[in-house]
């Protein structure tokens, strides 16, 4: 398969048409973001797809 037909990467490329901007975020990068809105990051859940399930609860 080449390349840039991977889901994962088809992902990153909707996201940034949809959103204009959207990024690829790492678990410290989530949990960075999630802790500036009084959220933890409880754990990334991998689908059989190619997102993640992100897991969060209030601080």
């Not at 048409?17 to 859940?45: I, W």
């Not at 190619?50 to 601080?59: D, M, N, Q, T, Y």
């Amino acid at each position: 398969m080449p390349a840039l037909l991977e889901p994962r990467l088809m992902a990153d490329v909707q996201m940034l048409a949809l959103f204009g901007g959207g990024k690829e975020r790492s678990e410290r990068q989530f949990s960075t973001l999630l802790a500036a809105a009084g959220f933890r990051l409880e754990r990334m859940v991998a689908t059989a797809g190619p997102l993640v399930v992100i897991e969060a609860a209030p601080v």
